[in-house]
Every structure is written in C-alpha cells, then in structure tokens.
C-alpha cells in the first residue's frame, strides 16, 4: 500500500507534464492497490490521454456509492454514455451556407465602392465609373445599374450606357428628372442636318458685315465727337468707318469732313458717286455744289480777259472810293463812318488829300458821291 501511494502521488505530479509517463505509475499503483478513486483517477487520465473505450470500462466499474464531486459526476456520465455523433452535414447544405457567406461578403464590398466612387463622382468620373463597375460585378443591381449608365453618358460612353439603361427593370423607381433624362438617352433627338456650305458662307457673309458696321458706327462716333476739334483725324476716322460699311450717307458725311480738312478732289468725287435720290437738307446740297464747282475750278481755271488799256490817267499813290451815300445829305451810321474816314485820308486837296465829288446816275435817287 505505501508503494500504491508513493505510485499515485509520483503519478500526480507527472500528470501535467507527462499525461503517459502518470498513467502508467497509477496502472502500477491500481495493481498493487486497487481502489475505487484509484480507478477513477486512472480513468480520467485516460480518457484524456484519447483511450476513451479503457477509460469508459474502468469508470463503468466504480461503485455507485463512490464519493464524486458534481464535475466528476457530471464528465463520468459523459465518458459513459456520450451524446450521439452529430450526422454528417449536407453537401448541399454546406454549399448554400458558403454562398451565402460569400454573397454578404460581395454586398458588403459593393456598397464599400458605390460609396468611394460617389465621393469620387465630382473629380474624377472614369475612377467613379471603374469602382461602379467592380461594384456591380460584385453584386448586380438595377438601381446601381441605372447610377453606372448615367455616370457612363456623362463620360461620352453613350453606347454602354443605353445598353445598361436599356435592361433596366420596368418597375424601377425612378425619380421625374432620372426618367425624363434616360429616355433622352435611350432616344436621343435625331442629328441636325448637315449645313448647306452656300448658307454658312451666307451666314459668315451676314457675321462679318455686322461686325463691320458696328466697328463703322464706333469710329462714325468718335469722329463726330472731334470733327470740330481735330477735322483731320475725324477724317482719318471716315475713311476706316466708309472703308467698313460704304453707305452713301457716310460717304456723303466722309466727303464734307474731307473739305474741313483740307482736300478738294477726294471730296469731289465721293459726292459725284452719291445716288441721286439720296436725300440732302438745303444747306447739304449748297456746300455739295460749291465743292464740286470748286473742284471743277481746280481742274480746269477760267481763262482770264487781256486787261485793256485804262480809260484815265492813273494818279500814283491814290485810290478811288465810291461811297453809296454822303454827309450831309444822308445821316447814318455807314455816313458818319464814311466821314471819318474821308477826314483821316488828308486834309488838302489835289496830291496827297481828298478831293469829293457828287456824281449823278439817275434822273431819280442812284447818286454816288466820289
């Protein structure tokens, strides 16, 4: 018996560290002293150690009335009587718990990118549309489909985009602006006819002229505004004006600003290109024909007459005055001036002094006074 024991407590102390090595000193100790807690000792080991048929047999052994703690009570009656194997999982089973494993996997992940790539929407859209695409490959949705073919139009993918657009479900919430601008898409207004070439060039025609006038009528403006000041820069500024839009009503205005300035055959000839229904206030058409007289003049002078020979003796340093009328026979401003004058000319007669004479023209009033 005190080798039993000197067995078991050797057995104790090696069962932590040499679960074996334990149950073998307690098989020496159970066959030199054979005890009921020294079985049940030995039949725990052993069913630790995995000898469960050895250690179910020992245990099934013990007396009923064996002393046990609720734990051994309670871990014997399992090693004796363990619950019924579990049956073997359904292939099928098992196949559809993966999936679906996998499918929450796959949502998780495509909301994870739906989210990134509406973040990245506003600056940059290809990588927004690269993470939507992974999104819906990962899980296949109409309303992501109907974001990704809306994302795909604004990149200029039409194509791809009708496509997606195009199997969307009927019954798909839309709200009024995403179903007006889809079907946009999915029908898109036929293409404009190709321009004729002879109206563009008609229009480009009508641009330009426009553009000509109203350059004409901003130098007309600052011509005006110096025509007083500066006549031969609001010239300058008429020739720009006519050269852009040759209306006969700024070469008529061109050909007076030209005579302010100085020049008489340009000025000529604008007005001899004038329509002749062209309308002209009086005073126009006065100065119109005193330009064109002069310039005529210009072209060709008037032959002047031989001088013949005077009538009189000339008297050197002397001149003759004939005035209208005289003191004292007419009183008025023009005589009293004329008296003035008279007396400021000398006072003798002959050389060097004044010498009057009434002269009669008229047997009624035509008097000159010399």
Not at 340 to 346: E, S, Y
Request: proline share 9%.
């Amino acid at each position: 018996m005190a080798a039993a024991a000197a067995l078991t407590r050797q057995a104790r102390a090696l069962s932590a560290t040499d679960l074996r090595g334990a149950i073998a000193l307690a098989e020496q100790a159970q066959a030199l002293d054979p005890q009921p807690w020294r079985a049940k000792w030995l039949g725990l080991r052993l069913h630790e150690a995995g000898e469960t048929a050895r250690a179910a047999a020992m245990l099934a052994a013990l007396p009923a009335d064996l002393p046990l703690s609720r734990s051994e009570a309670q871990r014997i009656a399992r090693i004796i009587n363990p619950p019924a194997p579990e049956p073997e999982p359904d292939p099928v089973a098992l196949a559809a718990a993966e999936q679906a494993r996998q499918r929450a996997q796959a949502v998780a992940r495509a909301a994870e990118l739906m989210q990134q790539a509406r973040a990245l929407g506003a600056t940059d859209l290809p990588g927004a549309i690269a993470l939507g695409e992974q999104a819906q490959a990962l899980d296949p949705q109409p309303w992501r489909a109907k974001w990704l073919g809306l994302r795909l139009h604004e990149a200029g993918e039409s194509g791809r985009a009708m496509v997606l657009l195009a199997a969307l479900p009927a019954d798909l919430p839309l709200s009024r602006s995403e179903a007006s601008r889809i079907q946009q898409i999915l029908h898109p207004p036929a293409p404009a006819p190709e321009p004729d070439p002879a109206a563009l060039a008609v229009a480009e025609d009508a641009r330009r002229r426009a553009e000509a006038q109203a350059r004409a009528r901003s130098l007309t403006d600052a011509a005006r505004g110096l025509q007083d000041s500066d006549p031969l820069q609001a010239a300058r500024l008429g020739e720009e004006a006519h050269a852009l839009d040759p209306q006969p009503w700024r070469a008529k205005w061109l050909a007076f600003r030209l005579h302010d300035a100085g020049h008489l055959a340009r000025p000529a000839a604008l007005l001899q290109g004038l329509p002749q229904d062209l309308a002209m206030s009086a005073s126009e058409s006065s100065r119109a024909q005193q330009i064109l007289a002069l310039a005529a003049m210009a072209q060709t002078l008037p032959e002047l007459p031989t001088a013949a020979a005077p009538a009189y003796d000339p008297r050197p340093q002397s001149l003759l005055y004939c005035a209208a009328s005289a003191l004292p026979w007419h009183t008025s401003g023009y005589t009293t001036r004329t008296q003035a004058l008279l007396r400021a000319g000398g006072a003798g007669r002959g050389p060097g002094g004044r010498d009057p004479r009434r002269i009669s023209v008229g047997p009624h009033r035509q008097q000159r006074h010399a």
